[in-house]
């Protein structure tokens, strides 16, 4: 039973991180803040394989595992970015408020849905990956008008029943997506340790990975609704 709590203590240390980047974005500390989000990641990319590796479920039945995941997931990869939108000023000042509340307020909804995550093992409508959002375009500098349409849109396609790989867990096309993942992620991590003065090279080859899951997964989605319309007719 120790080894189950220490795994729950393992997802619940995100929530540390969550408040450790919240400070660090009070002080104007945007890499430190994106390092907390960072290491958050790596733990809400482990701590699954790890719950069932100890068997959590059979041992803490009566626990909640998932409630204290999604708690974990809405602090860092919702609640704390929008903080950054808002602290950073990456929308026009009028904007900040909506934006902020169509980012809090969409991923509610999101997160609640029982179908969020589906039986096939993917994400249904915009997985909130906010945290990647506002690193690209805090590292991009676009113009803060362009930042809060982007920002508008992916909280709108929250609502829109589109699948989305799971990376970690998803089945279509598995070892090229974790591959392209970690080298992701080594950039990723480049690039917030090089915060503010990101070089050219790494932000755009970090984009290959983001370009390559959107397109595979409208690909995969569009591909399942075209095998549903030809089984029909």
């Not at 069932?52 to 809405?74: Q, S």
């Not at 939108?85 to 999101?110: D, E, F, I, T």
């Amino acid at each position: 039973m120790a080894t189950a709590w220490l795994a729950h203590l393992y997802t619940a240390t995100g929530g540390v991180l969550a408040f450790l980047a919240a400070t660090a974005i009070f002080q104007s500390d945007y890499r430190q803040a994106f390092f907390w989000l960072y290491a958050q990641v790596l733990i809400d990319a482990t701590d699954g394989a790890l719950a069932r590796f100890l068997r959590v479920e059979e041992r803490l039945p009566w626990f909640n595992g998932a409630k204290l995941d999604d708690i974990v997931d809405y602090l860092c990869y919702v609640f704390v970015p929008a903080l950054i939108v808002w602290h950073a000023h990456l929308v026009p000042g009028a904007w900040s408020m909506p934006v902020g509340a169509a980012m809090l307020l969409s991923s509610a909804y999101g997160f609640n849905r029982d179908d969020a995550k589906t039986d096939d093992r993917y994400f249904l409508g915009f997985p909130s990956y906010w945290n990647v959002v506002a690193l690209y375009l805090f590292v991009a500098r676009w113009p803060r008008p362009a930042n809060g349409v982007i920002l508008l849109t992916l909280a709108a396609l929250v609502f829109v029943p589109v699948r989305y790989l799971y990376p970690s867990r998803g089945l279509d096309f598995k070892t090229l997506t974790l591959v392209l993942g970690v080298i992701w992620g080594a950039l990723v991590l480049v690039m917030v340790r090089q915060l503010t003065e990101v070089s050219r090279a790494v932000f755009l080859a970090s984009l290959v990975f983001p370009v390559y899951y959107v397109g595979l997964s409208f690909w995969l989605d569009v591909r399942r609704r075209s095998g549903r319309l030809r089984d029909a007719g």
